[in-house]
């Protein structure tokens, strides 16, 4: 996400966590804020991710608040979908983004959304009968 959002916002810092001190602004963090997973059909499950993008500007600044307007608009430009590659097969796709919503606190701009993927836990192979015990008994009719 951060190299996708580079040129968008090329002088913002991009950090997977708050950063408590020491943090250069213009500056961005990558919040999980909670995460679903839901049944479906066919053995399979809907995971919904919330994240959330707080984005920092030095306080003190005059503009505060056309940044925080800018950035937002720059957000709603880019990010209907963002690219991601499976590490396991290496193939590049798109993932579509759900619920966008922005609003800018006193200190921040939080841009929240959710990702919304179906997954299938592999079903476990079946184990073959390698025997049975029976025990069978015959009872005669009494006349």
Do not use: C
Request: proline share 8%; aromatic share 10%; charged share 25%.
């Amino acid at each position: 996400l951060a190299g996708y959002l580079a040129p968008v916002l090329p002088e913002v810092t991009m950090f997977e966590d708050p950063n408590q001190q020491g943090t250069i602004t213009p500056a961005m963090f990558l919040q999980q804020r909670y995460a679903y997973t839901d049944k479906q059909l066919d053995g399979r499950y809907l995971q919904r991710i919330g994240l959330d993008l707080t984005y920092l500007e030095d306080y003190n600044l005059p503009d505060l608040q056309q940044r925080y307007l800018s950035a937002a608009e720059a957000l709603d430009l880019v990010m209907d979908t963002i690219p991601y590659k499976d590490t396991a097969e290496g193939r590049p796709s798109l993932i579509r983004v759900y619920g966008r919503e922005w609003r800018i606190d006193l200190d921040a701009l939080h841009y929240k959304f959710e990702l919304r993927q179906r997954v299938a836990v592999p079903e476990p192979e079946p184990v073959p009968m390698k025997s049975i015990r029976t025990q069978i008994t015959i009872k005669e009719a009494t006349p």
